[in-house]
């Protein structure tokens, strides 16, 4: 049959039969893809037991932590939430937790690091209760999906 008029209107009419025939033909297949991270990072929550493990670095707020060490890493994070929500560790079970004080020496603290310029917490905990604790803290903040690591190959 052929067309007595070629206008953009008869274009498009004609562009979508093709469309369609073309989808008849070769159907698109239903198939699933997997994302797949080739990076290796896991969530905290989703990593394997930190003992005897090193890291090669961590993601927190999508910030890059060059962190070898659990030990950092425990520091690295509890700074980083007090800076961002002091009150959290007054009003909720953490600060009793990580025996938050001003005073390490007349709390007893083993191993007391500095967390801000007046606060310290216990550093002397295996890298198992440095997990659970950051888990913890990490729930009670709401923060469960922002601290991704990687271990050390």
Not at 114 to 125: G, M, Q
């Amino acid at each position: 049959m052929a067309k007595t008029k070629w206008d953009k209107e008869e274009i498009e009419i004609r562009a979508n039969q093709i469309a369609e025939r073309f989808l008849k033909i070769w159907e698109i297949p239903d198939i699933e893809v997997e994302e797949q991270s080739n990076n290796d990072e896991v969530n905290i929550f989703d990593a394997d037991d930190p003992k005897h493990k090193k890291l090669e670095y961590a993601t927190f707020f999508n910030q890059k932590l060059e962190v070898t060490q659990v030990a950092k890493l425990y520091i690295e994070v509890f700074k980083q939430l007090f800076d961002l929500q002091p009150e959290t560790f007054f009003t909720s079970e953490i600060g009793n937790r990580i025996s938050l004080t001003k005073n390490p020496e007349a709390d007893g603290l083993r191993q007391a690091v500095p967390i801000s310029d007046t606060y310290f917490i216990e550093a002397n905990i295996d890298n198992l209760g440095k997990f659970d604790r950051i888990k913890q803290a990490l729930t009670i903040f709401g923060f469960e999906d922002e601290l991704m690591i990687k271990y050390a190959d």
